[in-house]
């Protein structure tokens, strides 16, 4: 049996401003197995953001049950939170969030120095990475020296450093042209094939939510729709349906 890297169960997060409650992710049940790649479309403003910052940890739930790699995070301190999200969660997000004065290296071995690994053993782990995606030409250069879709290559390195079983993307395409988006989705879908990263990718592009193999569709904080694209196809298959 598959491990289930994500179990949430009726996830809920209400915010309240002055006397106004505000429910942005409603009841959410969902789980998402090892080697998957789920992408999360939706309108603005329909909970997604929220969603995968609750999984993330980023944000507390104010009711429902959340375990991530068979952990039930519920009871966790935010100082045990910040160390399970070092060691099992790679955040990317829309517009980056690379340090500017370091270069793509440093920028890639910022969690290791969190965690204390010695220089020698992250100069081995970030350049063996870098050659894996064949992205040692970036190596020594600055966020401002590079394209958009370049630095978002690098922030994905820094998100694999520590061999994230999930990798959380909040818009990871939302600021890059068509054709560089479509280079970020491949380099996405090449990590989740060879490396088995499960992914949760959101995202408000219906050609990228659709390089997933399965997207949940969110509508007022809710799941409306979990659509297995797979199956849909095998389905239009056995219908005779042209593909
Ligand atoms: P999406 O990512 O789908 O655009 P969000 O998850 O960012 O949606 O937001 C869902 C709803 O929750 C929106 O109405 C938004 O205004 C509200 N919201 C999000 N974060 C906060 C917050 N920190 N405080 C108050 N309201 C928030
Ligand atoms: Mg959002």
Redesign the pocket.
């Known amino acids: 049996m598959k491990n289930e890297i994500i179990v949430c169960e009726n996830l809920t ?1 209400t ?3 002055g006397d106004n409650k ?1 429910c ?2 409603n009841d959410v049940s969902f789980t998402l197995t090892e080697r998957e790649f789920v992408s999360i479309i ?12 609750l999984i993330g940890t980023l ?1 507390v739930p104010t009711s429902g049950k959340l375990l991530i790699n068979g952990t039930d995070l519920g009871s966790f301190t935010a100082a045990e939170l910040s160390n399970f999200r070092r060691r099992n969660l790679g955040f990317v997000f829309q517009f980056f969030n690379l340090v500017d004065g370091l270069t793509s290296f440093e920028n890639i071995e910022l969690p290791l120095i969190f965690d204390s690994v010695p220089f020698e053993e992250r100069k081995k782990r970030v350049d063996s990475l870098l050659k894996d995606f064949e992205l040692e030409y970036l190596r020594n250069k600055f966020p401002e020296e590079i394209s958009s879709g370049e630095r978002q290559r690098v922030a994905i390195m820094r998100a694999l450093i520590n061999e994230p079983s999930l990798l959380l993307a ?2 990871p395409t939302g600021n890059l042209d068509t054709t560089t988006g479509h280079a970020v989705l491949s380099l996405l879908e090449e990590l989740n094939k060879e490396r088995g990263t499960s992914i949760l990718m ?1 995202t ?1 592009d219906i050609s990228a939510a659709k390089r997933a193999l399965r997207t949940l569709h ?1 509508i007022d ?1 809710k799941i409306a729709y979990d659509q297995r694209i797979s199956n849909d196809i095998a389905k239009m298959k056995q219908e005779g349906k042209e593909i």
Do not use: Q, R
């Not at 939706?42 to 910052?53: F, R, V």
């Open positions: 997060k915010f309240t401003i505000l942005a992710v939706g309108p603005s403003g329909s909970g997604k953001t929220t969603l995968l910052n944000e909040d818009e959101v408000h969110m904080g």
